[in-house]
């Protein structure tokens, strides 16, 4: 009881303040960090954890919270096929009574009624990574990976000068990052590169091992591939270990996604041609960001494009892509 | 005498099904029998066929062992641990992670044997430890092996001069005679069977089973922390979020090699014969680039037609 009217009475000093901010102009900042010292908080129910991608979105995401002075938490189920689990976090966290939600969605529909939840307490929905299926989120914070795959394509064909067979290793065939980064770089291909033939596409879950294992496979029945391109850091780094494996460095091209030390060390010393980083740093940036906009009623686009670069031996050591790659 | 021969004939029938998967690929794909990916076939058998020897002796006591996999995992974060972060030899960071695997097993070992927690419990609360565990130490992050660039060599360099045979296979083969010999020759092997058929007498006739239970576990172990060794240099680093499922198939491959969940039969040489005929399938069913999906529906079925086969043979004995 004492916390409902206390939630109630946060409520009523958030909209004070939220009006007296549009009443005094400049002083909105300043009163998203008053009450109290109550500071707004967001929670962030994520895709994964473990992996390092998911460590930089969580990194962007903390540094967002310092700058606007906000309280974030960050979870994320073990595995990326683990939905249910991703559920019973997404339940915690709205238990929890948060300002705004920010949801990497696993299952779209599955976690329709939660939203919804969500949407009847008033808790306003960020979507961030892949997009949610669904009209409640006010705005999604993504990597454009169709975008982001045909670019990949666009240098694959370059550097294969544009004939010849390539065989694609991807994370897997059931996620909306899976199928926008092997769509994009198939039809890219299929639009601009007609003598090029995609010979193969398996899928080793981003499983290093298995991703290593299945390259090589793909590698030993067309031993006149010209170029692989592995869709995320798993997938690469299994490319990276087959060629390696079967002595065949330097004798075709082999393009990448994301980072990693593994990564960057492949394309450093000539192994891989380059690869495409999203900005996971940025999502978690954006996503708290939103977030914070949104709790102080301002319009939101549709969608925030949280960018992606392509990198290679000669930009690596740019400070733009520095800031963008993680270990 | 006669139990002896049916032993020998299921050996030979797994065999002989090997074989013919081998023959159906070669004329499938006639870059399936190549030496490169022969060697690649082995080598992507030693990771998941090392945790199969180990984990054959605690299914022949009639236990199970779930944690292998991400025990694995752990044992290569402890690699990273000992060669990277605390600079040891390697030779020395080698051994510790296999003793420590050694130590996951123990455990396993007091947990079944003295706790009495039955062991598919003991071992999958063991498999989430130990998955916790290698996040935990590793910081989330893979740990690389800068400092001994050598350990690299440890799975995919060559030994023998002049033939491209990775070491990694030589190494499994080597544990496998080892493991073949213990499980036929010393007492640790016959408590093993003992224990499977048939606990209670095997306490009653005098041996202290409690003993033995933690010793095979702790022995099953060692296999772990060398599955464990071996990953991390075929990756050139410790991954440190990898490793659930590969128990299931390390299972999967015990099974088709004629091993009773049961308890009390099983093989060392049907195990490795297992372990083959999951990796020849996989890597037969990529080079014919079937897809994904129909890929794990044709494992599936390896697997139930090995189990039923067992069945009907041993109806028939």
Known sequence: MRKRSFGVAAGLVAAALVLSGCAGGGDGGDGAGGGDGDKPYIALVSKGFQHQFWQAVKEGAEQAAEEFDVEITFEGPDTEADVDQQLQQLQTALDKGPDAIGFAALDSQAAGPYLQQAQDAGIPVIAFDSGVDSDIPVTTAATDNKAAAAEAAKHMVELVGGTGKIALVVHDQTSVTGVDRRDGFVEYIEENAPDIEIVDIQYGGGDQLKSTDLAKAILQANPDLKGIYGSNEGSAIGVVNAVTELGLEGQLTVIGFDSGQAQIDAITSGLMAGAITQNPVGIGYETVKAAVEALDGKELPKSIDTGFFWYDETNIEDPEIQAVLYE | ?317
């Open chain 2, 1 to 317: 005498m006669r139990a002896r021969l049916r032993g020998q004939i299921q050996q030979l029938l797994a065999f002989a099904s090997l074989i013919a998967i081998v023959v159906f690929f070669s004329i499938a794909n006639d870059r399936f029998l190549t030496w490169a990916n022969v060697t690649g076939i082995l080598l992507a058998a030693t990771v998941v066929g090392l945790l199969a020897l180990g984990t054959t002796f605690v299914i022949i006591t009639g236990g199970i062992d779930l944690s292998i996999g991400t025990g694995m995992t752990l044992s290569a974060v402890m690699t990273g641990v000992f060669l990277t972060y605390l600079g040891m030899p390697l030779w020395l960071g080698v051994i510790l992670a296999i003793l420590f695997g050694g130590l996951l097993g123990l455990i396993n070992g007091v947990n079944v044997a003295v706790l009495k927690i039955p062991p598919f419990i003991a071992t999958l609360a063991m498999m989430l430890v130990a998955a916790g565990l290698s996040l935990v130490i590793s910081g989330t992050a893979p740990i690389y092996f800068k400092e001994t660039p050598d350990f690299v060599r440890l799975a995919t360099g060559s030994l023998i001069p002049g033939i491209r045979f990775p070491n990694g296979v030589l190494i499994f083969i080597i544990v496998a005679i080892v493991a073949g010999v213990i499980l036929k020759k010393t007492l640790l092997g016959r408590y093993t069977f003992s224990i499977g058929s048939n606990e209670e007498a095997t306490e009653l006739s005098g041996v202290n089973v409690t003993k033995w239970k933690i010793a095979i576990y702790t022995f099953a172990g060692l296999f772990t922390g060398l599955a464990g060794v071996l990953l991390a240099s075929r990756l050139s680093s410790a991954q440190p979020a990898l490793g659930m499922g590969y128990e299931l198939e390390a299972i999967a491959a015990v099974v088709i090699g004629g091993t009773s969940l049961q308890g009390g039969k099983g093989s060392i040489v049907g195990t490795v014969i297992g372990a083959l005929i999951m990796a020849v399938l996989t890597n037969g069913l990529r080079i014919m680039s079937i897809p994904q999906e129909w890929q794990s529906v044709a494992v599936g079925a390896v697997i139930l037609i090995a189990v039923y086969l067992d069945i009907l043979r041993r109806k028939n004995a």
